[in-house]
């Protein structure tokens, strides 16, 4: 479905989505983005996008999100209506898929929408109103890359929050395969630049993240720290 440098979606319908997207940030409000995403292109996936909610432009990547794992088709269900998060904003979303004739995801059009000022009005009213407030608990934490660069960057400090590890000097060799697994799982490895900014990342050759990739290819892990 994905094909680097080439647009899925016909000029006329791009040309209608941003005017769209422009209509629905000027009815909601400036706390309002709208983005649209052409497939075609995973490592500038942003065709136009109004609003400025996540600090995108024109030219960045795919989310990091399930728009890269290759499991998009005519059964994924459009994303309403959820929350997410970047930094200590707090964000309600939905993702609607662009389809073709076949109802394969072309694209896609998110809707970002933040609701931290209402939220800081309400905690304030409560607290003015309620002795005792419950905290509600987060539901889901996303990620908005700029670039190429941050998308990698990103993928590896969610691995270290979720799997508890400290920094990227203290991983072991297994936990580099680990994170190598879930870069290849999301898919990241389909962008260009995605070898070598984790190359940087972890301070190891090309060669070695080819290696990892050919080890877990393979099935074979083995217990040596051989990480360079």
């Known amino acids: 479905m994905h ?12 040309e ?12 909601v409000g400036p706390h309002c983005e709208v983005v649209v995403h052409d497939f075609g292109d995973l490592e ?7 609003g400025s909610v996540t600090g995108r432009k024109p030219g960045a990547p795919v989310p990091d999100l399930s728009f890269t794992t290759g499991e998009l088709g005519c059964d994924t269900p459009d994303q309403l209506n959820y929350h997410s998060k970047i930094g200590p904003r707090n964000l309600q979303s939905s993702t609607i898929f662009i389809r073709d004739g076949e109802n394969q ?17 309400r905690d304030l009213l409560e607290k003015l109103t309620t002795p005792v ?17 941050e998308l990698i960057e990103l993928a590896v400090a969610n691995f270290l929050h ?20 879930r870069v290849e799982e999301r898919g990241l490895f389909q962008i260009r630049g995605a070898v070598n900014r984790l190359a940087d990342i972890l301070n190891v050759s090309r060669a070695s993240i080819y290696n990892y990739r050919a080890t877990l290819k393979n099935g074979d892990f083995p217990n040596s720290d051989d990480s360079r």
């Open 162 to 181: 979720q799997e508890e590890i400290a920094g990227v000097d203290t991983m072991s060799h297994d936990e580099k395969l680990r994170l190598i697994q």
């Open 3 to 14: 094909h680097p440098n080439m647009s899925n979606l016909d000029p006329s319908i791009l």
């Open 44 to 50: 500038h996936s942003v065709v136009a996008i109004a």
């Open 133 to 149: 407030r419950e905290s509600s608990e987060l539901v889901v934490s996303d990620t908005f890359a700029r670039d190429v660069d």
């Open 16 to 27: 209608t989505l941003k005017r769209v997207a422009a209509g629905v940030v000027a009815v």
């Open 105 to 121: 995801p072309l694209g896609a059009v998110c809707i970002n929408v933040d609701y931290s000022e209402h939220l800081q009005v």
